[in-house]
């Protein structure tokens, strides 16, 4: 069974300092993997996704993760925090050998920015 | 072009009354999924349609819920009787394919169950 780690509940950052939003992963064969981010009182909006290739993807709203398949890892990462980044965060993976596999939620992040 | 849809946004019921949720995907998305999420954790697949047939509904309990989509379009998901653990906020998501693509989600619908 496939399943997600994010292993901190809550991410401090001031504005302006880089972030890195934390996600490691299990799943059978090469996985498919994703970060969404849920504002309060809204449903998940997509970010950005890992399929193949480049081991960096870069995404939405300035945000980019790393690839790392040693370590299992997808870390979510952003050079220069705005107060507008305070949200929850959630790394998602599935497997791709299989296009109906269910995709699988960790669970959540909150970011807060402070100014 | 317009999001996900859904409706109500906001349910209070008591335990053991029924309640049906809407939702409406992105014109010419054939997927479409129903998403469980309780306060403080990550959203949990409940059932994944592939235009009007069911792909994956390992995880709906099966005994008080249902769902259906039976247009391939639109579709409703129904808990019948309702219990206080099944508080939580249900997500709709759809998306283009069934592979590789990510996830278009709706704004949810709050349950209470009192």
């Known amino acids: 069974a496939q399943s997600v780690a994010q292993p901190e509940d809550q991410v401090n950052v001031a504005e302006g300092n880089p972030l890195t939003v934390k996600c490691t992963y299990s799943?059978?064969?090469?996985?498919?993997l994703f970060w969404y981010v849920q504002y309060p009182n809204r449903g998940l909006q997509f970010l950005l996704k890992?399929?193949?290739?480049?081991?960096l993807v870069k995404g939405s709203y300035g945000f980019e993760a790393e690839f790392n398949k040693s370590q299992t890892s997808f870390h979510l990462k952003k050079p220069s925090a705005l107060v507008s980044d305070s949200a929850l965060y959630f790394c998602?993976?599935?497997?791709?050998?299989?296009?109906?596999?269910?995709?699988?939620f960790g669970g959540g992040t909150r970011l807060m920015v402070k100014p | 072009e317009a999001g996900v849809a859904q409706s109500p946004r906001y349910k209070i019921i008591e335990k053991r009354q029924s309640v049906a949720f809407w939702c409406n995907p992105i014109?010419?998305?054939?997927?479409l999924y129903w998403y469980q999420q309780i306060l403080g954790q990550g959203p949990k697949l409940l059932i994944q349609?592939?235009?009007?047939?069911?792909?994956?509904d390992s995880q709906l309990p099966k005994d008080r819920f249902s769902a259906e989509r039976l247009k391939g379009v639109d579709s409703t998901l129904k808990i019948q009787p309702a219990k206080l653990e099944d508080s939580a906020v249900y997500l709709c998501a759809s998306s283009p394919t069934l592979s590789g693509g990510e996830q278009y989600f709706g704004p949810g619908t709050r349950l209470t169950v009192t």
């Open positions: 799943v059978s064969g090469n996985p498919y």
């Open positions: 014109s010419g998305h054939a997927t």
């Open positions: 349609f592939q235009n009007n047939g069911v792909v994956d």
């Open positions: 998602a993976v599935r497997p791709g050998y299989n296009a109906g596999n269910m995709l699988t």
């Open positions: 890992y399929i193949t290739g480049d081991n």
